[in-house]
């Protein structure tokens, strides 16, 4: 039902006529715009477009062909950076977990539902106890135990494993470790990490106890892309709701658990769908 | 600060090349895309479009010129529908309202802090009640009392004063009459109403009471477009909020009210904005 | 952790001295008032009370006779109705569902999760499609076929099993059958639905397909009891999300997926931590 | 309509028989409790209740009267803190504004529509820009100005004034002015404040600036009680909006006002219908 299209993410220093040679690029290349959305930040200058289209020939082959020909065109003519990908292909995902699993049930429930735009080809974790869930789930589960004072071990497994499998994105659906800026760099995937709290406020750990002790009312979660600076990274997507008094820290992490799960799958589905741009540490997202 | 700019709503049947065609007549004549934005509903094959662009020359007059090219553009080569406004042109809004004032004051604020880009030209109503109000706030204040039984004479007399202020939108903030398909058929102008139920429930009378006896735990606002059909006409924005069984029908009336004022102001702002076509008695909102 | 604790709900008629003499009753009684929390209905004039409280003796049997006491209290003294339950037993549910599986899942994850203050006795359904999953997750699961024209015989065999397993409440999770006013009846047991929006907009079939054609900015879902008036039982909590015209019905439906499983378990949290009142087809909420 | 009554605040530590003592206290003085709702924080071991009564003569001197022999009550035999307080006595309020006027129109025209449960008095101001404005809604205006090197002046006036005209709460209605602690400790009233961001994210200045920086998707607002530590006060109420990577901080500024206005406005109301206990830097809020 749903037609084959090329997605193209584009960006880089505005001039006139980017948004006009795109259009006719594709036009007259018979190709057919299903949609199309830009931006421009007045500050930095920079221009962001998101184009999706069906080319003439929407065969597998041609669709390789009229991507790479984007991508040329994109970077000699246009001389902006660009991502293409082509709606036939769902990235593959790696899902990283440590115990806590309502983030962990709820994502891969949504990859059995087609409701994310990519394969969840394996979970890793630093404990074993979600192994049998994951099996029952069918879904490949790779125990990378941290040793202590030995971080890098496990990193390095990880790292091999990610490769082997030719993973495309990694998500932590609540994985408590740090991960060290040599891995990021390493693994050279964007990660996707979900903090339970309203970034900025109540980085780091703990979060619900540090909201219940400041006394706010309202508690959050926010979905961003990890960096080595933790909890710094660029933010894809936040919710919040609302608390009271009558509310304990358990009850603060239970409501937790509800946002935690529907802003990460927000932001997992976002990216999926070639929907987020990365610029001075900040996302633009073209929802 | 702002630069000043062209703006066109373009809908009709779609074709292929229609975004590479507007972006290419655009840039051809040197003029520059801030913003565009497009959309297909493909249910009923037809596509639109908002683009806003600086043309070349910016000057009053050139602009004038470059939007009376585009509608021929627009009409004799792509065969759309496009209305084209200047963003140096404000366009002058009517206010209607009776008692209720709440709606009133929230709006004529807006305009004196500059939050919307119209002129408030004139208050209209069938009360006296606001007369000092609008008058302290120094807007001409239009007296237009309804005999009983004689609806039609009140509506000549605002259809007079319309015409003769050349008001180019009405804006009903809690205007307690139903406007007769004549009326709005005579004056021509579009019409943006707020209704204080999230529609389509609790249309008509009395939604605060309906909602109560209802036992519902959401209440809402609702601002559309007028039409013939009461409550039935374009909805432009909608927003709810939560009650409870402790919430009395005087609490949902209050809380009512400040969903109203930021309901109908969004819409309002949207109208002013150029963001909103209608068609099929939906809107496309280019927010 | 959690001490015991017994839980009542009164109503009737005001008067004045209910706060006073059931306070009095549990003081002289040397139990501790846990949770106390009223409303009364001006108009209706019926008071409203749930109070929690941990009796001297918090023994099973102790437990089972205070609140025995406390039922012949209510009944002679006060003139009241009252139920009155005991935090150490947990209602037993059975989950009514069809094929569509979302509010199946994440009800069920959030019983294993120990989110829910009861027991998951059986899923009950008119399809085998869900048999597996409810195998894998270890509850009982009985299949009840419709066959046509003779829903009767369905409804009885489930009747009969509702009463084999003791059941307490059903939780219908997008069960896509109308119970007969007989069943509702015969069963004699809270029953709560999951709609697929903002009652009273939209009841009755395919509410998101309806919600498309008027072109609404909101969507929601409510959960309620059912009675024999389709969609018109007592509302126990709504939610709605933000919604535009890029959203086709696909759109809509996922994004209501996510409304339909959080309020859908909001309202089964809180009826089994027996938060809710019903009169004149309407709830008060203890929240 | 509204039946006067007697609104009592009470906290202290916890122990058995308080709900009870209060309860019967009122009943045994033919008094009936209108509402009542209460907490117990179990880590501070803590109890707080708010209970509202119609004593069995409610006249203007037997209120006076019952008031002060409950407060006798509360402080010898129940030995908790209490704030009693008559239903028909409206407290004073003084608005302090600096230049920045949305939230100063909104409240004003909220006192004027009898949403909120108080007096303004005056408004209190270091500019001169908004006298016209206080004047023409007949509210008397105060000239506070700040030399340089010397707010100890203007504190004082203000002071002066507050005790003068007997003011029982202060509203900073974007005031930008930091009040030291020597002031907060003279005036000896409840003063407070609403910060534009949600607390305690973006804490200090230009709070709509850091947002933007960060690149969050979400921005709010905070009302809080003003200690001498800034923006660390109790917070008192809170509410967020979604922004995106369109909003300039411009738009991030309009969009904060209509959420200052309203969490103010709620605080405000809060506070005024004495529905806030303050402790350990939180607050307890009976809604």
Redesign the interface.
């Known amino acids: 039902m749903k037609k084959e299209s090329i997605i193209a993410l584009l960006h880089g220093p505005d001039h ?2 980017i ?3 795109v ?2 690029w ?2 007259d290349r ?1 190709g ?11 500050e930095a200058n920079i221009f962001f477009q998101r184009v999706e289209w069906t080319p003439y020939d929407a065969s597998e082959k041609s669709l390789e062909k009229e991507s790479n020909a984007f991508k040329s065109f994109a970077r000699s003519t246009l001389e902006m950076s660009a991502s293409v990908v082509l709606s036939t292909k769902k990235p593959k995902v790696a899902l990283f977990v440590s115990k806590i ?2 983030c962990f ?1 709820d994502l891969i ?1 949504r990859f059995k ?1 087609n ?1 994310l735009n990519g394969t969840l080809a394996c979970i890793i974790s630093n404990h074993e106890d979600l192994k049998d869930a994951a099996e ?1 789930y069918d879904i490949p589960f790779y125990y990378t135990p941290l040793e202590k004072n030995n971080k890098a071990n496990a990193e390095e497994a990880q790292n091999k494993l990610l490769k082997e499998l030719e993973i495309e994105v990694v998500v932590l659906a609540r994985y408590m470790q740090i991960l060290s800026s040599e891995f990021l760099k390493a693994i050279s995937v964007p990660v996707i990490n979900i903090h339970h709290s ?5 980085a780091g750990g703990k979060p619900y106890h540090q909201a219940y002790n ?5 508690i ?1 979660a926010t979905a961003h892309y990890a960096t080595a600076a933790l909890d710094e990274g ?7 709701t609302q608390i ?3 509310n ?1 820290i358990i009850d603060l992490i ?1 409501k937790g658990k ?1 946002l935690e799960k ?1 802003v990460f799958a927000q932001a997992v589905r976002l990216h999926l769908n070639n929907r987020i741009l990365v610029y ?6 073209f ?1």
Chains 1, 2, 3, 4 share one sequence.
Not at 34 to 41: G, L, V
Not at 214 to 218: D, F, M, P, Q
Not at 234 to 240: A, G, L, N
């Open positions: 006139p006529g948004v006009s040679q259009a006719s594709i036009y018979n057919n715009i299903d949609h199309a959305d830009q931006h421009k930040d007045p699993d309502h049930h429930l539902a409701e029952s309203f970034l900025p406020a109540f400041r006394g706010v009312k309202i959050g660029p933010i894809i997507y936040q919710d919040v009271n008094h009558r304990s239970r509800d529907s001075n540490n900040k996302t633009v997202v929802d």
